[in-house]
């Protein structure tokens, strides 16, 4: 089992930044991906950054590119989600979670484990 927690929501003014954190623990893999997806009230949930731990190959969903960044810390296990100039549309529950391989899917059914998610709440 892995577990992963998230950590770092809030509420912020449109414009403005906050970090995401996730920090994992648990069984490891030789070879995984973490990723950030997001869901909004009503809405799917869907995909906003993966990194491949192996090389820090990266890859973002069009509408976060430019704007967020996602990074990883190998000494502490965690993965970070740094979201700047901040829009009232990325208002959402952010959860983290992890895949065995290489590729970095987008799609949820891929993923294997999951954080228990955390709000970002964007004013405007």
């Known amino acids: 089992q892995v577990q992963l927690v998230e950590s770092g929501g809030g509420l912020v003014q449109a414009g403005g930044s906050l970090r995401l954190s996730c920090a994992a623990s648990?069984?490891?893999?030789?070879?995984?991906?973490m990723g950030w997806f997001r869901q909004a009230p009503g809405k799917e949930r869907e995909f906003v950054a993966g990194?491949?731990?192996?090389?820090?190959?990266?890859y973002y969903t069009d509408s976060v590119k430019g704007r967020f960044t996602i990074s990883r810390d190998n000494a502490k296990n965690t993965v970070y989600l740094q979201m700047n100039s901040l829009k009232p549309e990325d208002t959402a529950v952010y959860y983290c979670?992890?895949?065995?391989?290489?590729?970095?899917?987008?799609?949820?059914?891929?993923?294997?484990?999951w954080g228990q998610g955390t709000q970002v709440t964007v004013s405007s």
């Open positions: 648990g069984r490891t893999f030789s070879r995984y991906v």
């Open positions: 979670a992890v895949k065995s391989g290489d590729i970095i899917a987008t799609a949820t059914s891929q993923y294997n484990y």
């Open positions: 990194i491949r731990w192996r090389d820090d190959r990266t």
